[in-house]
């Protein structure tokens, strides 16, 4: 059975919260999985512009001292979006990452420039970085997501490293919709999409479904929430190509997987501005195990996450990431 260590941050502690977690990293042993000149990265989200919920640099900075400390190479690491936005380019990536206070350890785009350096593992599209490198730690936001219930450590794994191209062949079936008796045609969407498919019809907007890639930007920036996805069978294809995804960036690496279970947003930090949180903030949890921790962190907030979406079964990817073999469902929660 898989172990879970969790830093409960319901509870009053001496120590001050920076202190637990260095704790929590000493407790579990996650950096005996580095030696001296190793090279390790470690995969975040920065956080669009605009969102603040993303896991913070304090905590990230901690991360790479003790790597740092034990002889080993660090540095920051995540891949292009599909989405327009601040991430979408290398440069802008940078350029944000340094905005967000993620300045003290390099930054690198996994996939590249354009998102297109990536290697095949699988037959899925790996963003090259993640197969180059010698440890992988993983640092996660767990919170609620619009197609796949919740997003925590297995979401940033098979979307957050693929290039841009294996992140579109994992959304290809999920496309949205206009609300025609909503729609303000205040055409947000239409300048936003990168794709060009959003068109202007008489006196309405329609989605031309061929080149629409599925990244549901224009759904994130929609003032009226016009915009709607048909998520039923799409949700369950998605979490599987993101299990699979994940699967194959950890096949045969050494890595430790840490989730914040904080600022339990309804949706991801891919989202431009902050909403109402779905539930109080729990903790830091962390394991070698990536299926453990995410079916830890669900079963901690499994109440407000199935309320959000009624109509997902997020428990699709944990099952199918025990399946390919990313890790097990059961697990045991040591305490820090
Ligand atoms: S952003 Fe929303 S309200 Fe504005 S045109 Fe697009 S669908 Fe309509
Ligand atoms: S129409 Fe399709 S490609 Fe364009 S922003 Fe929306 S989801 Fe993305």
Redesign the pocket.
């Known amino acids: 059975m898989a172990k879970v260590y969790f830093l409960d941050m319901r509870k009053r502690y001496k120590k001050n919260i920076l202190e637990k977690f260095i704790d929590l990293l000493k407790t579990s042993r996650a950096l005996d999985i580095v030696k001296k000149n190793d090279l390790c990265a470690v995969k975040l989200h920065i956080g669009e512009q605009g969102n603040v919920n993303f896991v913070g640099p304090q905590y990230v900075r901690l991360i790479t001292q003790l790597i740092e400390d034990r002889g080993a190479n660090t540095f920051l690491t995540d891949t292009t979006t599909l989405y327009a936005g601040r991430r979408y380019r290398g440069d802008l990536h940078i350029e944000l990452a340094r905005e967000h206070g993620f300045d003290f350890s390099p930054f690198i785009v996994a996939d590249g420039l354009y998102g297109d350096d990536y290697v095949e593992v699988d037959d899925c599209k790996i963003a090259r970085l993640f197969t180059q490198i010698d440890r992988l730690f993983v640092v996660s936001h767990f919170k609620g997501h619009l197609n796949c219930g919740f997003g925590g450590t297995i979401k940033n794994l098979g979307m957050g490293c693929a290039s841009k191209g294996g992140k579109l062949a994992m959304h290809s079936r999920s496309k949205p919709t206009?609300?025609i008796n909503?729609?303000?045609?205040?055409?947000?969407?239409?300048d936003?999409c990168l794709y060009q498919a959003?068109k202007k019809k008489k006196d309405h907007?329609e989605i031309d479904h061929g080149l629409c890639t599925g990244c549901g930007g224009?759904m994130s920036?929609?003032?009226?929430?016009?915009?709607k996805f048909s998520w039923d069978a799409a949700s369950e294809d998605i979490q599987k190509e993101i299990a699979r995804y994940a699967s194959a960036v950890i096949k045969n690496k050494k890595a430790f997987y840490i989730n914040f279970l904080i600022n339990i947003s309804p949706n991801c930090d891919c989202f431009h501005s902050n909403e109402p949180m779905i539930a109080p903030d729990i903790g830091i949890l962390g394991s070698f195990d990536p299926v453990a921790l995410d079916q830890a962190c669900y079963d901690f907030i499994k109440e407000p996450i199935d309320k959000l979406h009624p109509e997902l079964d997020p428990q699709v990817q944990l099952h199918y990431a025990e399946k390919f073999g990313a890790g097990e469902r059961k697990y045991e929660i040591k305490v820090i």
């Open positions: 206009i609300d909503t729609c303000n045609m205040c055409l947000r969407c239409f936003y959003i907007l224009c920036i929609c003032p009226d929430r016009a915009i």
